[in-house]
């Protein structure tokens, strides 16, 4: 069952309004600090690297742009249309692919991996501010783009980063510039509790190889001028728990 009105709306009116500078949106981390260390940590598990590249939930697509200097083929896919027109913009040199997909669309994303087979999967941040009924979904849909062969890397908020979020979201100051379209768009990030964030993945019939938790690195800064991070935890999840095939 595809997302409802109000989630779709929601991210739309987000990305619409999202100014196309890099850095701009509050997640759009540089690739080294978000996901050229994610790809450290999936690389041993990869049982084969030459298979496309979905990144799930892309955004304006700068972590797809940084996946595609690595890998031969990368797919960004996202909900919002105005996120795919974007990345495709800011990023028109044609090394990553970006299409519009509604990963809680089961029939969509099973057309996805007949056209481009088993695949490697990129995912940061979109199940912990996914609707309830859609989070299982998003997770079958992972399961479906890895099939027998692929891997992959899942990273999303700590139950804990919310309190993070709303202590500066009540700072006197009010929310910090970047932060403020997130609630005004009527998001609402790091709603997954800790303990069924694996889960979902065991339930679509995925095997968890690797666990652990990282700091998630944001474009937004304290009043001190440090960087703001949030508490994350990750997984690399796969078909099975067989060692990587190189």
């Given at each position: 069952m595809p997302v409802s009105s109000r989630y779709l709306n929601a991210w739309e009116g987000f990305w619409r309004d999202a100014p196309a500078e890099a850095g701009a949106v509050i997640w759009d981390a540089e690739p080294a600090l978000t996901a050229s260390v994610h790809l450290a940590l999936l690389d041993p598990y990869l049982a084969d690297p030459a298979l496309p590249v979905v990144d799930v939930g892309c955004g304006n697509g700068t972590q797809t742009r940084f996946l595609a200097e690595r890998f031969g083929r990368v797919l960004g896919v996202d909900l919002?249309?105005?996120?795919?027109?974007?990345?495709?913009?800011?990023?028109?040199?044609?090394?990553?692919?970006?299409?519009?997909?509604?990963?809680?669309?089961?029939?969509?994303?099973?057309?996805?991996?007949?056209?481009?087979?088993?695949?490697?999967?990129?995912?940061?941040?979109?199940?912990?501010?996914?609707?309830?009924?859609?989070?299982?979904?998003?997770?079958?849909?992972?399961?479906?783009?890895?099939?027998?062969?692929?891997?992959?890397?899942?990273?999303?908020?700590?139950?804990?980063?919310?309190?993070?979020?709303?202590?500066?979201?009540?700072?006197?100051?009010?929310?910090?510039?970047?932060?403020?379209?997130?609630?005004?768009?009527?998001?609402?990030?790091?709603?997954?509790?800790?303990?069924?964030?694996?889960?979902?993945f065991r339930t679509a019939g995925l095997t968890v190889l690797a666990s652990g938790e990282l700091p998630l690195f944001l474009t937004e800064f304290a009043p001190d001028g440090s960087r703001i991070d949030l508490p994350s935890h990750w997984l690399v999840v796969g078909a099975d728990g067989a060692a990587p095939q190189r």
């Amino acid at each position: 069952m595809p997302v409802s009105s109000r989630y779709l709306n929601a991210w739309e009116g987000f990305w619409r309004d999202a100014p196309a500078e890099a850095g701009a949106v509050i997640w759009d981390a540089e690739p080294a600090l978000t996901a050229s260390v994610h790809l450290a940590l999936l690389d041993p598990y990869l049982a084969d690297p030459a298979l496309p590249v979905v990144d799930v939930g892309c955004g304006n697509g700068t972590q797809t742009r940084f996946l595609a200097e690595r890998f031969g083929r990368v797919l960004g896919v996202d909900l919002s249309t105005a996120a795919v027109g974007l990345a495709r913009t800011q990023h028109p040199d044609g090394r990553a692919e970006f299409a519009q997909l509604d990963a809680t669309d089961g029939p969509g994303v099973r057309e996805l991996h007949a056209r481009l087979g088993d695949a490697n999967v990129y995912v940061r941040g979109l199940i912990h501010q996914s609707e309830p009924a859609d989070r299982q979904p998003v997770a079958d849909a992972i399961a479906t783009l890895v099939g027998d062969r692929g891997r992959a890397f899942v990273v999303e908020l700590s139950a804990s980063a919310k309190a993070v979020l709303a202590g500066l979201a009540q700072s006197p100051q009010g929310p910090p510039p970047k932060l403020r379209p997130v609630f005004e768009h009527g998001l609402a990030p790091a709603e997954v509790v800790d303990s069924a964030f694996g889960e979902l993945f065991r339930t679509a019939g995925l095997t968890v190889l690797a666990s652990g938790e990282l700091p998630l690195f944001l474009t937004e800064f304290a009043p001190d001028g440090s960087r703001i991070d949030l508490p994350s935890h990750w997984l690399v999840v796969g078909a099975d728990g067989a060692a990587p095939q190189r």
